[in-house]
Structures are given as C-alpha cells and as structure tokens.
Nanobody
Framework: VQLVESGGGLVQPGGSLRLSCVGSRDIFRNNAMGWYRQVPGKAREWVAGITEGGIPVLGLAAQGRFSISRDNFLSAIYLQMNNLKPEDTAIYYC????????????????WGQGTQVTVAS
C-alpha cells in the first residue's frame, strides 16, 4: 500500500491547514480511509475517518474543528483543519481502515512518511 501525504507545515494557533493523501484508485475505491497522527514518544492515534460511501466520522479532538472528505475519482482524501491548537502538533498519516468493528478505525500496518504539522506562535 503506497499512500502519500502532503499539506503540512508551520501555522500559528487558530490557523488552518488542509492535508491531502493520494494513492492508487483500487485503495480508495474499496476502503474506508482514516487520518492518524503521532507525536514522538507517543502512540499513533486516530483523528478522523471516512467510509467507502463518504460518511465522515471525527474523533473527539477533531470535532468542531476538522473535516474529512474524499474524492474517489482523484484517489484522494483530505483533512481540513481549522482553529489549530499547539496540541495538534504531530506527524499526520493517512491509511486504509481494516477494522471498524465496535467503532474502531484500525488501520493497515504499512505507513507512508506522513506530513508534519506544527502549531506554534
């Protein structure tokens, strides 16, 4: 599985970023997709997901500030992040979702390089 994330950067608190993730058409057409993030020294956490049919689901940290969308024609998903906070600083990854049982958004094991988001004054 090869996914490429982009769109990260340095932004001030309260600012916005739009992350993109592109991959092969087969990956996006047949799978729920998710955004995840990781701070060095901490476990990777799920941020937001979107079903094969385009239904978005946001984690608690993302609710009210982030939105997720997908474009299967372009084989892409996006994470629009508004009102960013310093605690949003992390490397953000996208991945296919392999287990959604019980409300889980467990990802596949392979990860791309991610995109760094830094929120600081």
């Amino acid at each position: 599985v090869q996914l490429v994330e982009s769109g990260g950067g340095l932004v001030q608190p309260g600012g916005s970023l739009r992350l993109s993730c592109v991959g092969s058409r087969d990956i996006f057409r047949n799978n729920a997709m998710g955004w995840y993030r990781q701070v060095p020294g901490k476990a990777r956490e799920w941020v937001a997901g979107i079903t094969e049919g385009g239904i978005p689901v946001l984690g608690l940290a993302a609710q009210g500030r982030f939105s997720i969308s997908r474009d299967n024609f372009l084989s892409a998903i996006y994470l629009q992040m508004n009102n960013l906070k310093p605690e949003d600083t992390a490397i953000y990854y996208c991945n296919t979702v392999v287990d959604r049982s019980g409300g889980r958004w467990d990802s596949a094991d392979d990860w791309g390089q991610g995109t760094q988001v830094t929120v600081a004054s």
